[in-house]
């Protein structure tokens, strides 16, 4: 059974600081991976999908790296921002249609 | 383009009485589409997912059931709630091929 885990569960930062979110997985037969934002009280927001024949995905500032054989991914922050302040969930999709979420990392960046 | 519809937002229930939220989607068609449930605190579980009409796969066993009338259309029951029952309902869809989830903006429910 897949299980993801997300290191930190919280993380504090001054505005302007880059930052990296882990995420683990325990199987590696995956098909892809997304990472997610959520807002206190909202749904998930897409931020990233990474195919498992692929190595990361960028979009403005954020990068998102994918090392299957070792069942990790890393979500990249740069120059981050107030608006930034949010949970950050990673979802591992496997090949029986669904997605596996892992806990979330609750970050807040500081004005 | 795609859009999600979740409806409602909020909903307060008495313990014992029935439930029924509405999921929508516009712009695709024959998605697979998912119910994930939030408690607080906690990560997304996932409730229940369908690939067509009427196909249904239940991942917990529970107090909820899912059905699926139309192709873009998922609907989240009870027949009566428990208290356990409360929590933050997903719904969520994506196309066929693995490709990218998309989510609804949720609904609160809270059994008194």
């Known amino acids: 059974k897949q299980e993801v885990t997300q290191i930190p569960a919280a993380l504090s930062v001054p505005e302007g600081e880059n930052l990296v979110l882990n995420c683990s997985f325990t199987?590696?037969?995956?098909?892809?991976l997304q990472w997610f934002r959520q807002d206190p009280g909202k749904g998930l927001t897409s931020l990233l999908l990474?195919?498992?024949?692929?190595r990361e995905q960028t979009s403005g500032r954020l990068n998102a790296s994918l090392d299957k054989s070792s069942g990790r991914s890393t979500l990249y922050i740069a120059a981050s921002q107030p608006g930034d302040s949010a949970t950050y969930l990673c979802?591992?999709?496997?090949?029986?249609?669904?997605?596996?979420f892992g806990p979330g990392t609750r970050l807040s960046v500081l004005p | 383009s795609q859009t999600i519809h979740q409806w409602p937002a909020t909903l307060v229930q008495p313990v014992g009485s029935p439930l029924s939220l509405e999921c929508t989607v516009e712009?695709?068609?024959?998605?697979?589409l998912y119910w994930y449930r939030q408690a607080a605190g906690r990560g997304l579980q996932l409730l229940f997912y369908?690939?067509?009409?009427?196909?249904i796969s239940s991942e917990v066993p529970q107090n909820l059931s899912a059905s699926r009338p139309q192709d873009r259309q998922f609907i989240l029951s009870s027949k009566k709630l428990l208290l356990s029952d409360s929590g933050f309902y997903l719904c969520?869809?994506?196309?066929?091929?693995?490709?990218?989830?998309?989510f609804g903006q949720g609904t609160r429910l809270t059994v008194v």
């Open positions: 979802a591992v999709g496997d090949y029986g249609q669904n997605f596996v």
């Open positions: 969520a869809w994506r196309d066929r091929g693995y490709t990218e989830a998309f």
């Open positions: 990474i195919q498992s024949s692929q």
């Open positions: 712009g695709t068609s024959n998605p697979n």
């Open positions: 369908s690939v067509g009409i009427g196909q």
């Open positions: 199987d590696s037969a995956i098909y892809n």
